[in-house]
């Protein structure tokens, strides 16, 4: 899929040169071109067939602290000289004057994409949303409605500064996700599943939508005769890959530079100091090839790295983007993105987990004479400045005698980071990964998260059987 | 306001025979500023726009619909839309429901949305108002120890609608925001406070609100601890209500409902909730924040009374869901810009203020929870099962006054059940931007957990 640039090179540098004309330590532009294709089908209809293209471009001028920033559909010279202007309308240190700027030839990821999603037929992504209705339809009566939602795009990205960053990245994303809901004498109750890769259509030979549909519609099943989630504090027994989030939210945020420069985080200067458990090795990983929060450059250029924040319980580093890393003095650590062209980067995970561990997953929930094991996680959400955080379930029981038992209604779960970390007192061997979609400040990225089968001496269960 | 009507009418005038075509076109002025330590951390302004085009074709077994969108107003791309929208269409499954909307006679509200201090007002004035309010946070109280952001934003946005089925509407809002964070407190002690406030213009903009939000708001939560866990009454307070409400709302879907989504689904005409609460989604009132005249689909927003007095008394709809139903649309489709496709929504849903305002609820309740602000909603309410379990920081109610903040704590119980156990409906009701008023709520019997 060899293609032309999305900015010419002189372009970019007359853009760039002029973004600085007012003054100013920095100009960026990023430029990218986005389809997008969907597909709902809800109620045994394919309700939904759509597509779309975003293609714009943000100029970015930092001057001290301060950042301007101004975002346009026109890729033409003429369009981002316009932005380059109003970004630039906030340097007002002085010292500018004329600019050359000299970019080096592009360094690029080139596609790493199989089977490109848009060359592939609709109706063959069509087929697919039936398999999964069929399949979640078949496994019980009691399921009374089956949405399958699938997407793909293929983001091309082009980012160059007056540092000399020159790169060009081509994302493609494939997704598909079911819903269930079934119905029984107590009410309704819901099941989901999905996969997410960096990939091409070709995850498609891999995985089975009809496997998927199964999880998705047995999840809302056995909810039929679950009991209300237990309320107070209990042993829980996360299962492998059903997790992550569980260090997305307990520290994943509160490691972000963004929070650590501004004292707005519980673990601010607390490098080098025992935060966890000495189980806990958690690793922040954009490189994993086909995980959710993959890629080759992050949205400001910068090579995505495997970065390791807590080694055996000790905090080791923080996550970076360019702006917090300069203000430090060091480099980024490859965790600037955005939503799109127009947003601003800021700090943000890739693929988030915790690294495995030595015991037999089963062991774990024999040792557990009475808990709550969670086979599926919900998301959460965090308050980074108390390190307070909670996670929804959608798929738990209740263990008894070491064995699991009961499924239990869905509720939040409530912790403390910094507390439910050092609370980590085993984590097995069954590694998985699963994908997210993280919200910050407004923007959405797609994340990956991970961990094995782990217990957690003690967390509070909000639910409502006391 | 012609270039945008103009546009969609060119799309529409691209269907061919057999063709029913609607073009959604919108275009947005947006300045958003961030003030920091007295510098502006950040200041992006943009203009965007871009449309959305649905193409149905009727044919065997009803009619088939497909969707397109771009990012942009430019006629080539606008026009690959349509040849997009019209390729999906050729795959989606005939459905006997579908069809674009229709003008159904009512007159849209006259609902003056656009307030021109938005444009007039210099950028610099606009950055001083963050700065101002970064600095009064930082002098406000020696608690404070950290104000990580104070963001301005405003929007200006045009919308046009038209289709080959008669429908043709142009309408334009603004808004302003101001939100503010505060940190109080030390190390594990630390608490965020969070002001905001949210107007049609600039003039509008409530500081000594944001200020004094963020300042209590953090500051009163100090030496919170886990409390116990037990059966208490729950004051919500505004903002939390305004949230609680949305998601009640999502489930008075009619979309959700002929679907079977909803929790309410085949109850019309039963007690739903006690006899206080009465419940209209109302964009008509140019009070509200997303007050319209049309829907997303360019029909007349009206008020639609859904709970009275306790009694469930209908859903919304847009044009789908109606048909599916069986009844007319409501004038309640929504969609997220020109990238998406309508579906049901509220925009305004209101309760008919009580009594009493937050002082005399609090008096009424002997031991209780208030809660300031919720966690994790998207995750720990099931909208379909009604299961509700959300993180939670307030303070106690004891003997009819707040008390020790608290934290790391759930509160539970099941939507069904909150509703037949809403004590009170607060008269203190204030548009908040969202979808929903905030008031006041007491909700009885919720299981609080903590230790």
Not at chain 1, 11 to 31: K, P, T
Not at chain 2, 275 to 300: H, I, K, M, N, Q
Request: proline share 3%; net charge negative; with cysteine.
């Amino acid at each position: 899929m060899a293609s032309s640039p999305l900015i010419d090179p002189d372009v970019l540098e007359r853009v760039l040169a002029s973004a600085l004309r007012r003054g100013g330590d920095m100009a960026e532009v990023f430029a990218e071109d986005r389809r997008s294709s969907s597909a709902v089908l809800d109620d045994r209809r394919v309700e939904e067939l759509a597509s779309g293209r975003e293609r714009g471009a943000g100029v970015r001028v930092v001057d001290g602290d301060t950042t301007g920033y101004a975002h346009t559909a026109d890729l033409s010279q003429a369009g981002l000289l316009a932005a380059a202007e109003v970004a630039a309308a906030v340097a007002r240190a002085g010292g500018g004057g004329t600019r050359t700027v000299a970019l080096g030839p592009v360094a690029s990821a080139g596609d790493r994409s199989l089977v490109d999603p848009a060359a592939v037929d609709k109706g063959r992504k069509l087929e697919l949303l039936a398999r999964a209705d069929d399949a979640a339809r078949a496994a019980g009566g009691a399921i009374t409605q089956v949405q399958v939602s699938y997407g793909d795009s293929r983001r091309r990205v082009l980012v160059a500064t007056t540092d000399g960053v020159h790169v060009e990245d081509d994302q493609v994303r494939t997704r598909l996700s079911v819903s269930c809901v079934a119905t029984g004498d107590t009410g309704m109750q819901t099941g989901y599943e999905s996969v997410a890769r960096t990939e091409g259509f070709e995850v498609f030979d891999r995985v089975a939508v009809a496997d998927l549909a199964q999880v998705a519609a047995n999840r809302a099943l056995r909810k039929l005769s679950a009991r209300p989630a237990p309320s107070g504090e209990l042993p829980v027994v996360l299962a492998g890959g059903s997790g992550g989030f569980l260090f997305h939210e307990a520290c994943g945020h509160g490691l972000e530079a963004d929070h650590i420069v501004k004292d707005a985080s519980v673990y601010t200067g607390r490098v080098g100091e025992q935060v966890a458990s000495p189980l806990v090795t958690l690793v922040d990983d954009g490189t994993v090839a086909g995980e959710w929060g993959n890629f080759a450059f992050d949205d400001e250029g910068r090579p995505a790295a495997r970065n390791v924040l807590i080694q055996d319980g000790v905090l080791t580093d923080y996550l970076w983007d360019w702006l917090r890393a300069r203000k430090e003095g060091r480099t980024s650590s490859g965790n600037g993105r955005r939503q799109s062209y127009q947003h601003l980067p800021m700090v943000r995970m890739t693929n988030t987990f915790l690294l495995a561990g030595t015991e037999d997953p089963e062991e774990l929930v024999a040792q557990t004479p009475r808990g709550v094991y969670i086979a599926k996680l919900g998301g959460g959400q965090v308050n980074t400045a108390t390190g307070d955080f909670v996670f929804g379930t959608s798929e738990a029981y209740l263990i008894e005698d070491g064995r699991i038992t009961a499924p239990l209604r869905d509720a939040n779960v409530i912790g403390n980071g910094p507390d439910i970390l050092r609370r980590i007192d085993a984590v097995a061997t069954d590694f998985a990964m699963m994908p997210g979609t993280c919200g910050k400040d407004g923007q959405s990225v797609p994340v990956g998260c991970g961990q094995a089968t782990l217990r957690v001496t003690g967390i509070t269960i909000g639910g409502t059987a006391t | 306001m012609s270039d945008l009507v103009a546009l969609a009418d060119r799309v529409v005038d691209g269907a061919r025979a057999g063709e029913e075509v609607e073009a959604y076109v919108a275009r947005g002025h947006d300045v958003e500023i961030r003030a920091y330590e007295g510098e502006i951390e950040s200041l992006s302004s943009a203009t965007t726009g871009g449309v959305g085009v649905r193409v149905l074709v009727r044919g065997e077994g009803g009619a088939r619909l497909g969707f397109a969108w771009a990012g942009s107003l430019e006629a080539d791309v606008v026009d690959d839309a349509l040849a997009e929208a019209r390729d999906n269409a050729a795959f989606a499954t005939p459905d006997p429901h579908l069809a674009l909307a229709e003008p159904d006679g009512v007159t849209p509200a006259e609902l003056d949305l656009w307030d021109p201090t938005v444009a007039e007002t210099a950028t610099d004035d606009k950055v001083a108002l963050a700065l101002e309010v970064e600095r009064r946070l930082r002098a406000a109280d020696p608690r404070i120890r950290q104000v990580p952001s104070v963001d301005y934003a405003d929007e200006r946005v045009e919308v046009a609608l038209a289709s080959t089925t008669g429908i043709r509407a142009y309408s334009c809002r603004t808004g302003a925001y101001l939100a503010a964070a505060a940190i109080a407190g030390d190390g594990p002690d630390s608490h965020t406070g969070t002001g905001i406030s949210a107007a049609r213009g600039f003039a509008g903009l409530d500081v000594e609100r944001v200020c004094a939000d963020a300042v209590a708001r953090s500051t009163r939560m100090l030496g919170a601890t886990k409390p116990p866990s037990g059966r208490v009454t729950v004051v919500f307070d505004q903002r939390a209500a305004s949230t609680l409400l949305a998601i009640v709302s999502g489930a008075l879907s009619g979309e959700a409902v002929v679907k079977g989504r909803s929790f309410f689904a085949g109850r019309v005409g039963e007690q739903v909730a006690t006899g206080s609460v009465t419940l209209a989604d109302d964009p008509t009132d140019a009070r509200a924040f997303r007050a319209a005249a049309y829907d997303a689909e360019g029909l007349a927003c009206r008020r639609n009374l859904l709970i009275e007095s306790g009694v469930l008394l209908g859903f919304l709809y847009d044009t789908v869901s109606a048909r599916r139903a069986g009844v007319a649309s409501t004038g309640s489709a929504v969609r997220g810009g020109y990238a998406g496709t309508p579906g049901v929504g509220c925009r305004a849903v209101v309760l008919v203020p009580g009594q009493l305002d937050l002082e005399g609820i609090l008096a009424s309740v002997e031991t209780g929870l208030f809660v300031q602000s919720m966690i994790g909603v998207h995750s720990g309410v099931n909208p379909v099962s009604g299961d509700f379990s959300v993180g939670v920081e307030g303070l106690m109610v004891r003997g009819g006054e707040l008390a020790e903040p608290i934290r790391e704590a759930t509160i539970a119980s099941t939507l069904q059940r909150m509703l037949q156990s809403v004590l009170h409906v607060g008269c203190d009701l204030e548009w908040l931007p969202g979808v929903a008023a905030g008031q006041t709520l007491a909700v009885a019997d919720m299981q609080l957990s903590g230790n």
